[in-house]
Nanobody, 114 residues
């Protein structure tokens, strides 16, 4: 079993920054993929950024150049640095770990508003 705990969400003004963290605990293998997804009210959950065990990353077009995903393998933790935030980034952000199956965190709210 794997448990994911997210932190770092909150309220920020447009143009501001936030850093999300997701720590994984439990039976963690050496090779796994972690990512961030988000779901806005009335919309489907969408991929924001993914980082593979070798460090390769993939981003949604809407966040390229503004968001950066990184990981600390020693801590089994993934981060999402979000800069130049826009109101349309408002959503619940979920962390996902994939090793044989998907594990999801509980979600953290990010609100971008003046």
């Amino acid at each position: 079993q794997v448990q994911l705990v997210e932190s770092g969400g909150g309220l920020v003004q447009p143009g501001g920054s936030l850093r999300l963290s997701c720590a994984a605990a439990g039976s963690i293998f050496r090779v796994y993929t972690m990512g961030w997804y988000r779901q806005a009210p009335g919309k489907q959950r969408e991929m924001v950024a993914i980082i593979y065990s070798g460090g390769y990353t993939n981003y949604a077009d809407s966040v390229k150049g503004r968001f950066t995903i990184s990981r600390d393998n020693a801590k089994n933790t993934v981060y999402l640095q979000m800069n130049s935030l826009k109101p349309e980034d408002t959503a619940v952000y979920y962390c996902k770990l994939n090793q044989l199956r998907d594990y999801w965190g509980q979600g953290t709210q990010v609100t971008v508003s003046s």
